[in-house]
Nanobody
Framework: VQLQASGGGLVQAGGSLRLSCKYS????????AGWYRQAPGKSRDLVAR???????NYANSVKGRFTISRDNVENTVWLEMNNLKLNDTAVYFC????????WGEGTQVTVSS
């Protein structure tokens, strides 16, 4: 299984980014897909989750601003991030929920004022 996140970058507060997670090995056949993030000096936390039936859950800190989706044909999980805030700055990763697979490098999101 490989999980490769991309799409991060530098954006001003209030801006938007769309992250993508390309996967191989079909890791989400039996588990939910999730986006996690880790800010410097902090733990890696789950921020968005999409269940196999398409239902989604979000951390309170991103609810209403982030949208997770998946494309089983393209083998991609997306994270649409709108109205970004300074405290969204972190490295973002994708994995199953719970996280069973080796973490990829993630993608850096930096929100500036």
């Amino acid at each position: 299984v490989q999980l490769q996140a991309s799409g991060g970058g530098l954006v001003q507060a209030g801006g938007s980014l769309r992250l993508s997670c390309k996967y191989s090995g079909n890791p989400f056949s039996y588990h939910s897909a999730g986006w996690y993030r880790q800010a410097p000096g902090k733990s890696r936390d789950l921020v968005a989750r999409i269940h196999r039936d398409g239902n989604t859950n979000y951390a309170n800190s991103v609810k209403g601003r982030f949208t997770i989706s998946r494309d089983n044909v393209e083998n991609t999980v997306w994270l649409e991030m709108n109205n970004l805030k300074l405290n969204d700055t972190a490295v973002y990763f994708c994995n199953t929920v719970p996280a069973f697979h080796q973490w990829g490098e993630g993608t850096q999101v930096t929100v500036s004022s």
